[in-house]
C-alpha cells in the first residue's frame, strides 16, 4: 500500500514537533542549570572565588569555624551550676556495650538505595551480605563506642550544596545535604536509639517540638557534643 504525499507531509510534522519539544525540555533544563551552578562564591572578606580549589576553600573553613571545638578536657565547669537530671540507670543504659541486634536494626532501618556516600556502598548491599559481613561490622562499631576510634574512610563524608535563593553568592546562601556512608549511619542511628531513651526524661516538653524540628546540621552537632561527653564518662569510668 502506497502512502500519500499527505501522509509522508503529517509524518513530517510529526518529527518535527518531537524536535521541538526536546529542544523545549533541553532548554529549560540548561537555563535551571545555569540559574542554579555557583559561578562564583563570597568568602568571610567578601571577595568572590571563581575556581573551584579557591570556592572549596571558602566552604572549608565556613565548616570548621561552625563546627570548631575548643576540645576540653573536663566537662566539671561546664555543668557545675546544672541539676543532674540523667540517672545512674540512665548513665548505664547510654554507656553499655553495644549489641550485634543493634547493629542488625541499624542495618536493616536504613534505606535501601539511597544517595551513597563516597565508597558508593548502599544499604541494600550490607541487608542482602549481613551474614558475610555482621562479625567484622560489629567489631569495628563495639570499637568505635568504646574507645571513641572511627576508621578515616567511614568519617568521609561528601557535602552537596543546594541553593535557597536562585542566585547564591554566600554559604549561607546554601543548605548543605552531607551524604555519609552506610558505615556511619549505623552508628548514627544507634545512638539516635540511645538517646531517644531519654531524652523524654531530660528535655522539657516545651523544647521537644524543637528538638525535633532541628535542622541536620544542629542535630548532627548536638549528637557529636553528647557523644564527646559520652566517651568521657566511659574513660572516666575505666580510669576509676
Known sequence: MKRSFGDRNQEK????KEIETRSFFQASV????????LKFLSDEHEREQFSNQSKGGVAERYFSELFKTSSPESFSDVFSD?????????NADLTCEVTIEEVRLAIFSTESEKATGHDGMTGFFYKKYWEVVKDQLFA????FFSSGKIQGEWNHTHITLIPKI????RMTDLRPISLC??????????????????????????????????SSLITYKLRMRLYTVLVHIRKSQRSS
Not at 540548561?30 to 551552578?37: G, M, Q
Open 30 to 37: 540548561k537555563s535551571n542549570r545555569d540559574k542554579n551552578s
Open 140 to 143: 569495628d562499631v563495639k570499637l
Open 82 to 90: 546544672f541539676s543532674p537530671r540523667v540517672t545512674k540507670r540512665m
Open 166 to 169: 536562585t542566585t547564591p553568592r
Open 181 to 214: 556512608t552506610v558505615l556511619y549511619k549505623i552508628m548514627s542511628k544507634i545512638f539516635t536509639s540511645q538517646l531517644k531513651k531519654i531524652l523524654p526524661a531530660i528535655v522539657s516538653p516545651t523544647q521537644q517540638l524543637l528538638y525535633r524540628n532541628a
Open 13 to 16: 510534522s510529526d518529527f518535527e
